[in-house]
């Protein structure tokens, strides 16, 4: 018969046995927790640099370089796409109405005047331009610029000049508006504008480090998925400033290394809008309608005086 003793001492040698296969048991646990988290932790080696026109790599050093993930970007380009393509949708008809009322104050006018030069006169296309020209001076120096124009014609032009001055001046108002409409359509769109709306709206993440003077950097993060890098660089080219912007989606696979490399270079600046480049066009829409608009640039835009 088992004494009471060795029972004892029995049950206290399973209960020994099976904390430690527990204790094991989590400890292995914890190990497999560790390793797959290692193996979602990434290290991310670079290098910043432009290459010039006359092929001389510069490296660019002290630049600081953030990480952001797919669903930041995403979030970021439909929040950005709707508040654009909103404003642009309500600019169209404005546009449009306001190139169609500048296309007749420059055309009609135009032609309206020039016929009433040439009632009388046969003009080459010389004299037309000079014609025109002669619209725009003071009337002290009419006869001179109206000189290869018969006299009695001089008159008939002061009055006609007149007549077109309020036009002139509407002509330059609608300019205006269509210029300050135009500019309004493609306000956000740009790559800089781009740029600072996300560097803006991630600024709270700050940072993750900068490069160092051979424009190197390297930091590790946990990769859960894609993942874009942003940075942003400049330096002086005589007296004239130039600006590097990137935002770049990492490579998806490890080198042999178990490590990503990536280069920020001129072949995939932000306005390259380059295969790995999240696009500043992404979700915009476009407006076939404006392509009958002359420009969207005041240089260029049509007048009649």
């Not at 004892?8 to 190990?31: C, D, P």
């Not at 619209?135 to 007549?163: N, Y």
Request: hydrophobic share 35%.
């Amino acid at each position: 018969m088992i004494s009471g003793k060795r029972i004892r001492t029995f049950i206290q040698l399973l209960l020994s046995l099976s904390i430690s296969v527990s204790l094991g048991t989590e400890a292995a646990t914890k190990k497999e927790k560790k390793l797959a988290s290692d193996s979602q932790t990434v290290q991310i080696n670079g290098q910043i640099f432009i290459v010039t026109k006359g092929q001389e790599a510069v490296k660019l050093a002290l630049v600081p370089v953030s990480i952001i993930t797919e669903k930041e970007v995403q979030a970021l380009l439909s929040s950005r796409a709707a508040a654009l393509n909103q404003t642009r949708r309500e600019l169209v008809p404005i546009i449009l109405s306001k190139q169609q009322e500048l296309d007749q104050l420059t055309g009609g006018n135009t032609k309206s005047f020039i016929q009433d030069l040439t009632e009388f006169d046969t003009l080459s296309n010389e004299q037309v331009n000079q014609a025109l020209k002669c619209g725009k001076v003071p009337p002290s120096i009419w006869r001179d610029c109206l000189r290869e124009l018969r006299p009695e014609r001089i008159e008939r032009a002061r009055v006609l000049s007149a007549q077109l001055e309020p036009m002139r001046k509407n002509t330059g108002l609608v300019r205006a508006e269509l210029v300050t409409a135009s500019r309004k359509y493609k306000a956000g769109t740009d790559p800089s504008d781009f740029y600072t709306y996300m560097d803006g709206a991630l600024a709270s993440g700050g940072q993750l480090t900068k490069s160092d003077a051979d424009g190197k950097f390297s930091f590790k993060f946990k990769k859960s998925s894609r993942l874009a890098l942003m940075a942003k660089a400049s330096r002086l080219v005589g007296d004239k400033e130039e600006t590097y912007r990137w935002i770049v989606w990492l490579p998806s696979g490890k080198a042999d290394d178990g490590k990503i490399n990536i280069t920020l270079a001129n072949d995939n600046l932000l306005e390259t809008n380059c295969a790995d480049c999240v696009s500043y066009r992404s979700n915009i829409e476009e407006h076939k309608e404006l392509s009958s608009v002359v420009t969207f640039s005041s240089e260029n835009l049509p007048g009649a005086f």
